[in-house]
């Protein structure tokens, strides 16, 4: 991250969606994700397009919906 090369961080998940990640903490060191905790625009981009295709604002062409009621 501290090159730059990496930019944003998230982590996704049935509940979670897509969240953003504020910093990545090791031994010896961080470095912030440049997102910060509201996310970054690749993070917030595909969050919103996930949300759009669970609630039926965006056509699922990948079949990743299973209809239960």
Sequence with gaps: MASGE?????????????????ELRWAGGSAPSTGGEGGGEI??????SLLDIQYGVAEDTRGWMTRLA
């Design 43 to 48: 993070t917030r981009t595909i969050r919103q």
């Design 6 to 22: 990496i930019t944003e961080v998230f982590a996704c998940g049935t509940a979670a969606v897509v969240t953003p990640v504020g």
